[in-house]
């Protein structure tokens, strides 16, 4: 039996054994931009933590639509692979792996030409600016790198493997650190130097997961002569895509207002916040994680038209979730200050994100069923409805609230901004899980093409 093949075995454990080199794989991926933060808001200062802190939504806002897409190339990907559809992943994989590239270097662009009008637009301070346009124009000189290696990742992670990338991971984030020290404290580079050390580590990542796609004699085996876009295949993906992309966009460009909101209240709130996203960052890691593990799950069964192992899987992926969650935001709670001070040794600083983290915490199980249902909902091709329940949550709700609410100027508002609407999704996620009878109609289908 293929080791990557989720359609046999315990339930548990094959999520389990997918989730946690993901888990661990996805913690050395944050720890690229949180290293950034922590070195240079140790070695530099708060308003360089500050810039780093600003870019971040401005980053992953033009790269929420490519990850979008992501979603849909996986589905393609996973589903192929549970029927045993070689000829169309082989398609998949070279079609998606090409518009990487092209959309990277699209991105690049982009990501240069506006972001200092974006930081303009979201009233970033005086001084943070300079040194955030900074890390923005470096950082976006090596979008492609980040499109190729998301997309490799995402294949592998497809077909069951979630090894591989991990220790590609391991290993790039080790060299991160190591730059990072090097060129920020060592050469005193400052912003600039954390930018660097940061591409070169993706330029490594990319070029690692290339070579394992192009060597290997498994089914995700990249060839060059192979390497162009099966327009059928790609319109599959980007209408699965799209609107996780959409979703990505939207929630993406709410979460720069909502910068647009912690401008105005200074360096050391710009900095808090930066600390407090990078924890809470780190606690959805499990979610996250065990939610892409349930995509692939789902997605392989029902392929192989295994219905009760998918309705299994959905359990399993709910529980283990809240469980992790539970445990982890209670240390978090109890350790609020401890956990910012890794980011800065500025009193004002520390309190500014701990008063953030306490109010999040308790409401991280929120996320769990809204994670869980949503990937459920996309291993079967129906992602427009998280994306609808997120949009709805995570923008509309969300931005109506802090309006209400800035005449105030209370910084705690952005920490119930986020919780609340945690609480939303979750409740619009599971009406249309529950709703939309989507696993009886798939039954239906499956059985017409017997």
Not at 135 to 148: D, K
Not at 220 to 238: A, G, V
Request: glycine letters at 10%.
């Amino acid at each position: 039996m293929n080791k990557g093949l989720m359609t046999e075995g315990n339930v548990y454990e094959k999520i389990v054994r997918f989730a946690v080199p993901l888990l661990i794989g996805n913690f050395f991926q944050l720890m690229y931009n949180t290293i950034d933060s922590i070195v240079v808001g140790n070695y530099v200062g708060k308003t360089a933590l500050a810039a780093v802190g600003a870019s971040t939504p401005i980053i992953n806002l033009m790269i929420a639509f490519f990850a979008g897409l992501g979603t849909g190339a996986s589905v393609v990907v996973s589903r192929a692979y549970g029927a045993r559809r070689v000829d169309e992943e082989t398609k998949a994989i070279h079609s998606f792996m090409l518009f990487a590239v092209l959309f990277g270097l699209f991105l690049s662009l982009v990501g240069i030409v506006l972001s200092g009008s974006i930081l303009h637009w979201i009233s970033t301070p005086a001084d943070v600016f300079d040194e955030a346009r900074l890390y923005l124009a470096i950082y976006f000189s090596g979008t492609v790198f980040v499109t190729i290696y998301n997309s490799g990742n995402g294949i592998l992670q497809a077909l069951g493997n979630s090894k591989d990338p991990l220790k590609f991971l391991i290993a790039t984030s080790v060299l991160n650190i190591f730059l990072d020290i090097l060129f920020v404290r060592g050469f005193g580079m400052g912003v600039a130097g954390a930018a660097v050390a940061t591409i070169i580590s993706q330029a490594a990542a990319t070029f690692m997961i290339l070579r394992l796609m192009m060597k290997t004699d498994a089914e995700y085996k990249l060839e060059l002569s192979k390497l162009r876009i099966d327009k059928d295949i790609l319109m599959r993906i980007i209408k699965i895509g799209i609107p996780s992309g959409l979703q990505g966009m939207i929630v993406g460009f709410s979460n720069l207002i909502v910068m647009g909101y912690i401008n105005q209240y200074g360096s050391s709130a710009i900095a808090g916040f930066s600390g407090a996203n990078k924890i809470d960052n780190f606690l959805g890691l499990p979610v996250n994680s065990i939610a892409l593990a349930a995509t692939t799950f789902c997605g392989q069964n029902l392929g192989a038209r295994q219905y009760d192992r998918v309705k299994k899987g959905i359990r399993a992926s709910l529980l283990l979730s809240c469980a992790i969650v539970i445990v982890l935001g209670i240390i978090v709670y109890i350790n609020a200050e401890r956990a910012i001070s890794l980011f800065s040794a500025d009193a004002d600083v520390q309190y500014q994100g701990s008063v953030l983290l306490r109010i999040m915490c308790p409401f991280y199980t929120a996320l769990c069923f809204h994670q869980v249902f949503s990937s459920a909902l996309r291993a079967s091709g129906r992602t427009s409805m998280p994306m609808i329940s997120s949009v709805v949550s995570f923008v509309v709700i969300r931005q109506i609230f802090l309006a209400l609410t800035a005449p105030a100027a209370n910084f705690r508002n952005i920490g119930w901004a986020y919780s609340g609407t945690w609480v939303i999704a979750a409740v619009i996620t599971g009406i249309c899980y529950f709703g939309s009878h989507w696993l009886e109609e798939e039954i239906k289908h499956g059985a017409l093409q017997k």
